[in-house]
């Protein structure tokens, strides 16, 4: 349930390569898609470029080869400051201009500082999504201004409670029936803020699965999905910030609603 202009400027998706670049190029496509509704829609101009592979405003960044053609083992700082020069330049068609930045943990250390400049002071047309086996090995710098997003392996998965929560609410908001969301948030209004913040990680958790193709959920589209990852992530800032577990799982209701009735907020 995200407008476009409500992305982050950067992304980090952590795991193996080939989850993480379709993860990315869904993002992506998310960022750019025109339609009033959930995103990525897969049905307007700018998503039907971006599944194709041709969008102008998507550019993917990936190790040079040498002259033998073999890949080099680092992102260097001048493909980093080739980024940085572009993402000035207005977008060719869509609002904004997406850079993909693949096996991003491979930058040596110059690279990734070049790349703090476009992610202190982004230009308003530009988002950064940055794709890594390990997040942990860029620098903690960039790691802080990014919105992190994990397809790789659980290592500390929420406890059976959280997990059963997470499920239920999954298949719940799939339904589509209005009178069971509400039924599911308000038997949970209270709670603790603990339990909100368990469960809300573990709703995140499983969705990363979904849009990094590890698992699927029935009933809920790719753009479902993702506005609901991002949903979470509200719910997250909203437990940390001290807001009401009742109003917390009201607003989860609501939006969840508004979702599967194709609304946008």
Known sequence: MQKTNNFSHAYIISGEDELTLAAAHTLAAAMLCETGGAKPCGACRHCEKSQRGIHPDISVTAHQTDSRGQEKREIYIDQIRAIVSDAHIMPNEADKKVYIIQNADTMNIAAQNALLKCLEEPPRHTALILTAKNAQALLETVRSRCVSISCAAHEEDPDAAANALAQKFIETAASGDELKIWQFCTSLEGETSGTVSSFA??????????????????????????????????????????????????????????LKRGKIH
């Open 201 to 258: 990680r573990a709703v995140r958790l499983r969705l990363s699965d979904v849009l990094c193709l590890r698992a699927k959920a029935p009933g809920l589209s790719r753009a479902q999905t993702l506005s609901l990852l991002f949903l979470m992530g509200t719910v997250l800032q909203y437990a940390r910030s001290n807001v009401g577990v009742k109003h917390i799982f009201g607003a989860i209701a609501v939006k969840t609603i508004d």
